[in-house]
């Protein structure tokens, strides 16, 4: 099946800095990538997604790039503040399913210090 | 619009007893879903409902069953539960297919003793 890794586990940065948390995935046939971010007693919430026919995608500060050919894509938030701390997960489709099931990455904990 | 409504939302069980967790949507949604969140792990699939009166097993579905009791509401149930399922239970649902986007309910966080 899909097996994806995100990258780092924790990051910490500077309000205003730009903080980049990668994915890589397994599985060539899977075709759309969510991210999504967690705050602290929340469920998951979806931020933004990419398919597989697209390699960049942007909204306001937060932009995902996709590279099929390296099986990774990224997540980048630019000008950061304490209110984008949160966890963020990256998932994946798995090739063959068609009912929306979803890997997961392990998560990134992010932290924005004022 | 309450979205993905799961119930309860605290839990302290002893080994051995057992529970239903319960989800519900209101999004007229066909698919839905059931994971666990452990610490350094992520979301992992326990089990999913891809329609209403369908259920299939996730990556971790031992010592669970789950019950699609019509297209709102699909709830898991522990049998007799055990220290490993200590664990935070997210429910999402999803209208169908890939590249839809999943709605999560706020959680259960379980544990048991």
């Known amino acids: 099946g899909e097996n994806v890794e995100q990258h780092p586990s924790t990051l910490s940065v500077q309000e205003g800095d730009s903080a980049v948390i990668k994915c890589t995935y397994s599985d060539s046939a899977s075709n759309y990538f969510p991210w999504y971010k967690q705050e602290l007693g929340k469920g998951p919430q979806l931020i933004i997604d990419i398919r597989s026919n697209v390699g960049e995608k942007k909204d306001q500060r937060i932009a995902v790039t996709l590279n099929k050919t390296a099986k990774h894509f990224s997540l980048h938030i630019t000008e950061t503040q304490p209110e984008d701390s949160a966890v963020y997960f990256c998932a994946a489709t798995p090739h063959g399913t068609s009912y929306g099931k979803l890997t997961f990455g392990q998560g990134t904990i992010l932290t924005v210090h004022p | 619009n309450a979205g993905v409504t799961q119930t309860p939302k605290f839990q302290v069980l002893k080994t051995g007893q057992s529970m239903t967790l319960q989800c519900a949507q209101d999004m007229n949604h066909n698919s839905m879903y059931w994971y666990r969140q452990d610490p350094g792990m992520g979301l992992r699939l326990i089990y999913y409902s891809a329609s209403e009166g369908t259920t299939d097993k996730g990556e971790v579905p031992n010592g669970y069953n789950v019950s699609r009791l019509n297209k709102r509401e699909f709830s898991l149930r522990l049998e007799s539960a055990a220290p490993s399922q200590t664990s935070v239970y997210f429910c999402?649902?999803?209208?169908?297919?890939?590249?839809?986007?999943?709605?999560f309910g706020a959680g259960t966080r379980l544990s048991v003793l």
């Open positions: 999402a649902s999803t209208q169908a297919g890939v590249g839809d986007i999943q709605y």
